[in-house]
């Protein structure tokens, strides 16, 4: 299965400020998939990025608050726009690879605390 | 749309005993269903899945899941917990939309082991 390096682990941020968290993955992936999970709760899709397309956004999401970028098959970045301390949550990244249906992996994740 | 059920928030076990974790899904068709497990500042790591075919389904570390159409359920098992089981279990279910596969978790189990 794919393996998923996601940076950063971890950040402290100030309100107002943005941050941007990249998913690195070791093989190439049709669907790259970026998800919520706030404190003591499950896990809320926010997006999906295809390659050489807008990522689609969940209800509730909005692209202005989170950008995506997806350049190539291996990698995506997703920023935190404008933070608030209700953004306070880990932040997956997760992969469909090509050859494995419904083959999905996750990003070990950026635990982000706004301050 | 689709949802999931887990309706034990905790559970607590001691080693050496039994374990079953209660999932329940809705959706209008043929469910791809998934069981995940999450260690303290881990990522989701699969335990098994369900798409078709047998409905006793085995996965990794022992733990085996069985797929009940009639009860709109798939529960995990395992005869014998370790200590190191010790961590939150979700329930997922996967549709498939126009953007791809998507995966909906429930709330999640928080499994405590005692010693």
């Known amino acids: 299965s794919a393996v998923i390096s996601q940076k950063p682990s971890r950040d402290i941020c100030q309100r107002g400020t943005s941050l941007t968290i990249q998913c690195q993955v070791d093989s190439q992936v049709t669907m790259m998939f970026w998800y919520r999970q706030q404190p003591g709760q499950s896990l809320t899709l926010i997006a999906t990025a295809n390659q050489g397309s807008e990522a689609t956004y969940e209800s509730g999401f909005v692209i202005d608050k989170f950008p995506i970028s997806r350049p190539n098959l291996t990698f995506s970045t997703l920023t935190v726009s404008n933070m608030s301390p209700e953004d306070s949550s880990i932040y997956l990244c997760s992969v469909e690879a090509i050859d494995s249906f419904y083959g999905y992996t996750f990003g070990s994740g950026t635990r982000l605390t706004v301050v | 749309a689709q949802s999931v059920t887990q309706p034990d928030i905790h559970i607590t076990v001691s080693e050496g005993a039994s374990l079953e974790l209660r999932c329940n899904y809705s959706?209008?068709?043929?469910?791809?269903l998934f069981w995940y497990v999450q260690s303290p500042g881990q990522g989701l790591q699969l335990l098994l899945k369900y798409f078709s075919g047998d409905t006793l389904v085995q996965g990794i570390k022992g733990f085996e899941a069985e797929f009940k159409r009639s009860q709109s359920s798939f529960n995990l098992r395992k005869p014998s917990v370790h200590w190191s089981d010790a961590a939150e279990y979700f329930c997922?279910?996967?549709?498939?939309?126009?953007?791809?596969?998507?995966?909906?978790f429930g709330t999640g189990t928080q499994l405590k082991v005692e010693l």
């Open positions: 997922a279910v996967g549709a498939r939309t126009g953007g791809g596969n998507k995966l909906t």
């Open positions: 959706y209008g068709a043929t469910p791809y």
